[in-house]
């Protein structure tokens, strides 16, 4: 069965610093592209950044792009989520998913997400 | 850049069908993928690729995408479809994923 876990959220001040973390199991992690996904409360989901399997591709959205950085770890099946210079936009919960990534892209396991509140 | 735009909510009775849009600018030349969300849980996949189920989810659910419009249909709607649903896409264009604003299906 696949699952995804993820950790590392909480509260932090504006312009602080938060890695997520989502740990893997259940599938070769390694082979597949995987996602960050948030949603503000409230709101719709909205696309943070992907990387490729092997990790060597990334891709961001323009709205985190230069404060938050993906990478991965796949000798031990676990993403992460840099996140710096943190607005009280950022507001959100964080899921990541398994991306399927050839012709379209799109997330076929989602995890249940962590809560990142941004707030003075 | 490229918008996808769904209706804020449909309602449907029991046992009806309900046709949830999602519209863009020629989206019938990306693929369309769907996912429901219902309070407190994570989003599932429901239809990929325009109108492929992945295992588990009902034959009720299909989907369709020419010219500007792709659709979501739910045929003999139950209480249990109640959620939020979101259509996505990639947009080669700019590698960027995108995702319409949800529409919240209403089960009357």
């Known amino acids: 069965e696949v699952q995804l876990l993820e950790s590392g959220g909480g509260l932090v001040r504006p312009g602080g610093s938060l890695r997520l973390s989502c740990a893997a199991s259940g599938f070769t992690f390694g082979s597949y592209a995987i996602s960050w996904v948030r949603q503000a409360p409230g709101k719709g989901l909205e696309w943070v950044s992907t990387?490729?399997?092997?990790?060597?591709?990334?891709y961001y959205a323009d709205s985190v792009k230069g404060r938050f950085t993906i990478s991965r770890d796949n000798s031990k099946n676990t993403l992460y989520l840099q996140m710096n210079s943190l607005r009280v936009e950022d507001t959100a919960v964080y899921y990541c998913?398994?991306?399927?990534?050839?012709?379209?892209?799109?997330?076929?396991?989602w995890g249940q997400g962590t809560l990142v509140t941004v707030s003075s | 850049s490229y918008v996808l735009t769904q209706p804020p909510s449909v309602s449907v009775a029991p046992g009806q069908t309900a046709r949830i849009t999602c519209g863009g600018n020629n989206i019938g030349s990306k693929s369309v993928h769907w996912y429901q969300q219902k309070p407190g849980q994570a989003p599932v996949l429901v239809i990929y690729y325009d109108n492929d189920r992945p295992s588990g989810i009902p034959e009720r659910f299909s989907g369709s995408n020419s010219g500007n419009t792709a659709t979501l249909t739910i045929s003999r709607v139950e209480a249990g479809d109640e959620a939020d649903y979101s259509c996505q896409v990639w947009d080669s264009s700019s590698d960027h994923v995108l995702f319409g604003g949800g529409t919240k299906l209403t089960v009357l």
């Open positions: 990387i490729s399997g092997g990790g060597s591709d990334t």
């Open positions: 998913a398994r991306w399927v990534a050839s012709s379209g892209w799109y997330g076929d396991h």
